[in-house]
């Protein structure tokens, strides 16, 4: 008998139909004269009940049948007499695919996050994490569906680079050499003509340059890959691998921008509460008792729009009215998460895009002003999490672009493909990058960026 | 006013009404009196043709109206009067937005394969370059919407890994350590303890081992990331860094994995083909004449299923009457790609799936037969492509893994982790891993896998 997945069997209302089914055995209870198993196979948080008479099977099948051990159960579809669930089982056969020992970590009772991360190979299991990876695949969906509804098309930018000057971060080197024997040149500097690129590479950081290279081209483009700091942050904000969406469109100005970023993220978020309706409770319920209702709220709010400048004035009058911040505030600092935080949920109570940051504070490829200042940067500041994208209109002039970069001292010598884009065709551009599992910290309302990555890449942590 | 993008104007009919495009620009011709500007603006393969009335503009800016200029352009919509396009632009208004002399590279001529690969930063802005990248995008949807619509979940496994027991190649080492002093432990061995990760570190070869994590936990996933080789191959047919989809279903046996692959690769080519017409047709004409017609030939055809054991009796008879290849066929051989090639477009004239091969010449995780000879292990045979897609049947028994394990020696210390899906509620399952430049190559006629990903990484090779 084809097997019906468990989302599907719930959906049904063909009473007296015999379904084959199959998973995993959350719980099995009951009397000696009827068993009640709860079966989840991962297409859904739910579980079916099977009801099991429990005479009609051999005892060794029913012994077998323990939290954890997959099973295949063809049964009968009733209406469910109990409450919490439309159908159910009635069991007329049951083969045990695999067994599940006493031993196995996933027992009823509920664990620690931390407990859970160590058997990351296992936690998928668990409805909370079931939950999160549903959602994570959601929002992959909305976001390719979201670009591809509007005429964007997907680049995938290189993962190992040769060019590091975007300065984002400390990078992971990338090498074929043998450690053992290093050549070195007559100044002792380790010769990387052997090396497999003939050069020093390293992982991206971020794949905004050469996204560049593909809205000039193609007009409109989005990376969605992972990038890399080596940063040694022991934090729930940071890992050393994570996913990063980066749309660059040509002809878009910061008010485009800013129109593009607003329209995206509140697309995913309404495409989570369409999508993702069981799961999203189920976090409501048990991780973020306010989580549905700050999606909605996100959703029926226009974002603030603020320069920087105005937004130090607020928290300097906050301050001024006795509000304590960690970090100092004063013009041409560069915000702290408390700072954004106050701004978003206790100024304005709603997302804020604060831009035309000071020039100091961001990186050298961003528009310059009039005023030789600020630049035509833009961050999404959201509730809870802080700055969720950034991003900026490019500087399309060749010869204010090489201005800031003699001026930041920035190596360019392999940066001549990037450069010619301002020499040849130059057009208007802007972007920004959105950290995916920021994202879905936002959505699920977890607290730990470990806990929305299956398997988080942390300092002295690449298990799996 | 607003920018229209090209491919939408050129489905308008609303003659009479100005609208504004930008773009850049292809080429200028003319008399003194009319110009005809060629105008892309990537979001199309096709030109919108812009009719300008010479005297009525400024010489200085037709002068800067040349191949590559970047320029915005105000135009009546005209029904179009010359052959080639059904609507034209009658220019009203011109503004420069990017200047381009004539040392731009993409001049008119043509230009060899080579010449672009070396300006890979411009080469999208050409008309092979820019199919290429936008059937690109479109393959990456269809494989999304394929899996999302059939119930999967988009898995992201990750990048670095400190497991190297698939041995599907030669792997980077990802490190943050001082090679200038690198410490050493009594035995003299690199002391990894201070590396980032706490050990020695890789870029993965493949996401199937967390991937078959994934299965067993939500049902059916899929991944869709980079992954690498550093293999010193300078072929037409190798990258050190590719993008690779990895579905893992479980519950589904060896004809579930055979028949979803065949379902999967039609649907990525039927989208193609739904989707993609003007570029197909463009790289039918002037790259590969059979294109269209072998994208077709794959739809209509059923894929031949055949055993290992009877494609080498094949092979076998072919040489017994005179056909030569250049590696011998023989029972347990390796098949090269002329024998492939050979049972696809020479004996059987349709896509073959290849099954039951040689144990010894297959991975340690791939379920046994009971002839304990074969495994179920299958390959896609493509036209032209050979090997398109690689998968199989996993071993699920816990003892008959570990004794694979332990035959071929495979170090499993880091791969506790792995181990313990068969160890609590071990269910059948399958997988398969399908090359995405490969998908790209047979999609769009191109011949060398550099030129179906935007910034190719080789030996010696990290530019841009």
Request: glycine share 8%; charged share 25%.
């Amino acid at each position: 008998m084809e097997r019906t997945k468990i989302v599907d069997v719930l959906q049904r209302t063909d009473y007296g139909t015999v379904v084959n089914v199959k998973g995993w055995v959350r719980t099995r209870r009951g009397s000696k004269a009827v068993n009640f198993i709860a079966l989840n196979d991962g297409s859904t948080i739910k579980n079916i009940q099977i009801v099991v008479d429990v005479e009609k099977f051999d005892d060794a099948i029913i012994k077998d049948i323990t939290t954890g051990a997959c099973i295949s159960v063809d049964g009968e579809l009733v209406q469910s007499q109990g409450k919490g669930q439309s159908v159910e089982l009635q069991c007329r056969n049951i083969e045990i695919l695999g067994v599940c020992g006493a031993d196995y970590p996933l027992q009823k009772k509920g664990h620690t996050m931390e407990f859970l991360r160590e058997h990351a190979n296992l936690r998928m299991r668990t409805n909370t994490f079931g939950a999160v990876f549903r959602i994570r695949h959601n929002m992959a969906m909305a976001i390719h569906c979201y670009f591809h509804e509007h005429g964007f098309f997907y680049l995938n930018t290189p993962i190992i680079t040769a060019s590091d000057c975007e300065g984002a971060g400390q990078m992971f080197q990338v090498t074929t050499k043998n450690l053992y024997d290093l050549k070195k040149d007559e100044d002792g500097k380790i010769d990387y003509s052997d090396d497999f690129f003939g050069k020093q590479a390293s992982l991206t950081v971020s794949g905004q340059l050469e996204g560049e290279l593909g809205a000039t081209a193609l007009g409109a483009i989005y990376t969605f890959g992972p990038t890399f700091r080596a940063e040694n942050s022991n934090t729930p904000r940071h890992l050393a691998e994570f996913w990063m969406i980066e749309p660059e469109v040509a002809f878009n100005d910061i008010t485009d921008n800013m129109n593009l970023a607003e329209d995206f993220i509140k697309y995913c978020i309404r495409w989570a509460l369409d999508n993702c309706a069981d799961d999203l409770e189920f976090l409501n319920q048990f991780v973020d008792k306010q989580l549905i209702e700050r999606l909605h709220f996100v959703l029926e709010h226009d974002f603030v729009r603020l320069a920087y400048t105005e937004g130090i004035k607020i928290l300097e009058e906050a301050v001024q009215n006795g509000h304590k911040f960690e970090f100092p505030v004063y013009w041409g600092a560069d915000l702290a998460s408390e700072h954004e935080r106050y701004l978003v949920e206790q100024h304005f109570k709603r997302p804020v895009i604060l831009t035309d940051y000071p020039k100091e504070i961001k990186a050298f490829y961003m528009k310059m002003n009039d005023d030789n200042k600020t630049v035509r940067a833009m961050d999404v500041l959201f509730p809870q999490i802080g700055e969720i994208i950034g991003g900026s209109e490019r500087e399309a002039d060749y010869d204010k672009l090489m201005g800031r970069i003699e001026e930041l001292n920035i190596p360019m010598k392999d940066m001549w493909w990037y450069l010619e884009t301002r020499k040849w065709g130059s057009c208007p551009h802007s972007g920004f990058g959105l950290g995916f599992e920021r994202l879905i910290l936002f959505v699920t309302g977890m607290q730990n960026i470990r806990d929305v990555i299956p398997f988080p890449r942390t300092p002295k942590n690449a298990e799996f």
